[in-house]
């Protein structure tokens, strides 16, 4: 009974309509000529104000619907627009998961099991340490996806450290670390050179860049890497300072792995990580810096006359 008494489109009972108020009102306002003018009055005249009053009520309806109308048109459509971008969403991050490599989905499932269980313990705190976790991550991640990335010297993967089977080929500059290569760390990673060149075919070259008066004191250093199969030269500091095209020199790695991409590695001052980067920009800036180096290298025996 109460769905009869009720405007389907508007849900508005039809005795609260404005439609309804208007006729009444014209019907009052024809009925009101009649009483003022009497019996003898025009009834001719009170229908006609009557049904202008209706037609005039009719129209004003028409448009107030009209406009409901299309303010409730505009409004589902933005609300179908909304659900429809939802759903791209969705789609989306469906079709990345779906695409994603098997470790990447497994670590995905991983991630969403350990995410549930630490909302199961409703604990703020480790909230606070998850979303601090998911940061460093997101971060870390982003910083691995545009080619470059950082290396500190307790990771499994510090290059220095790490054996080096998976290199093909390292291009290395020595501007500024030579006394490097007299620590424990830096001996260490010239044998791991020593096995890789001697076990895996690894071809390594290195530019060392030396004031005139630091070359006798590198001559050891000098010495164990040539014993080591690495190929050395020298660039004399003085000889390339008056170049207007010479670079700002620092120590770098030109590294290229079994697949054929190259990187470039920074190495820092201790207990500083080191930075890869493969970005093309960079790989290339290096590549220049070692070209323009080889213009000025001469070989060890020319700058250490055959007693290296």
């Known amino acids: 009974m109460a769905d009869a008494m009720t405007d389907r489109a508007t849900g508005t009972a039809w005795w609260r309509r404005k439609l309804f108020w208007g ?40 448009r107030l619907q009209s406009e409901e109308s299309a303010e409730e ?15 791209d969403q969705h789609i989306q991050r ?28 409703s604990s703020v705190f480790l909230n606070w340490l998850r979303h601090d976790a998911e940061r460093e991550f997101r971060a870390r991640l982003h910083e691995l996806g545009s080619g ?28 500024t670390l030579t006394n490097y290569w007299n620590t424990g760390s830096g001996r260490r990673y010239l044998e791991s050179q020593r096995t890789g060149i001697e076990e895996n075919g690894l071809e390594v070259s290195r530019v060392f ?6 070359i006798p004191g590198a001559r050891e250093i000098v010495r164990r890497h040539v014993r080591a199969g690495i190929a050395v030269s020298i ?7 008056a170049d207007p095209e010479v670079p700002e020199l620092e120590d770098l790695s030109l590294v290229t792995d079994r697949s054929g991409v190259t990187g470039v590695l920074k190495p ?9 980067t493969a970005e093309e920009r960079r790989v290339a800036h290096a590549e220049e810096v070692v070209e323009f180096l080889t213009q000025y290298a001469r070989s060890v025996d020319a700058v250490y006359r055959g007693s290296a």
């Open 209 to 214: 860049v030396l004031s005139r008066d630091r």
């Open 23 to 62: 006729v009444l009102v014209s019907v009052f306002l024809g009925a009101v000529s009649l009483f003022f003018e009497g019996v003898d009055g025009d009834v001719k005249l009170a229908v006609l104000i009557a049904l202008l009053g209706i037609a005039l009520t009719v129209v004003v309806e028409l």
């Open 73 to 87: 048109f505009r409004s589902r459509l933005e609300g179908l627009h909304e659900a429809q971008r939802a759903f």
């Open 148 to 175: 470059h990335g950082t290396v500190d010297r307790h990771s499994r993967h510090h290059f220095r450290t790490h054996p080096l089977i998976d290199f093909a080929r390292i291009r290395s500059v020595d501007a």
């Open 268 to 276: 820092r001052s201790a207990g500083e990580p080191e930075i890869f």
């Open 235 to 241: 660039v004399v500091r003085e000889e390339i300072e």
């Open 94 to 121: 469906f079709t990345a998961y779906a695409d994603a490599p098997a470790p990447c989905q497994e670590l995905i499932a991983d991630i969403a099991d350990d995410w549930r269980r630490i909302d199961e313990r």
